[in-house]
C-alpha cells in the first residue's frame, strides 16, 4: 500500500517523532485506520490491537511504511511476526478473503472434493 506524501497521517506520524503520541491508544488506532484503509473496529476486530500497539512503541523508528506492514503481516519490517496469531489476522488475509496458508482446515471430506477449477480424475 502507497500513501501520498500529502496523506494527514504522515503529518501526525511527522509530530509523534518528538511527542511520542502514538503512546496513546486511541490515537494509534485513529492513525492506523488512515494507513491501512481499515475502520477503526476492523482494526480492533483483529484482536491484535494491543499487541500491535506494545509492538510500535518497543520501536524507536515509526514510519507509515512500518506501522501498514506490521498491520497486514503481522510483523515489523525485517522481523519474524509477533505472533503466530498477528500472522493469522493480517490484514492481508482480509484484503485478499482468504486464510492464511496452514491456518485453517479445509473442512472434513475435502480431499475427496476436486480444487476449484480442477478436474476429477
Known sequence: MS???????????AEFGASDGLADFAEFLRVC???????????RATGMAQEHHRTTLAHRVRDDHALVHLWYVGAWPGEEPTS?????QGLVWRTFH????????PG??????????????
Do not use: I, N
Not at 501520498?4 to 506520524?13: E, F, G, I, K
Not at 485506520?33 to 482494526?43: I, R, W, Y
Not at 472434513?108 to 480424475?121: D, I, M, N, T, Y
Open 108 to 121: 472434513h471430506g475435502s480431499w475427496a472434493e476436486a480444487p476449484r477449477g480442477g478436474e476429477k480424475r
Open 33 to 43: 485506520a488512515e494507513l491501512t484503509g481499515f475502520d477503526e473496529p476492523e482494526l
Open 98 to 105: 482468504a486464510a492464511p496458508p496452514g491456518s485453517a482446515a
Open 3 to 13: 500513501v501520498p506524501d500529502d496523506h494527514p497521517a504522515l503529518d501526525r506520524l
Open 84 to 88: 503466530a496469531r498477528a500472522y493469522d
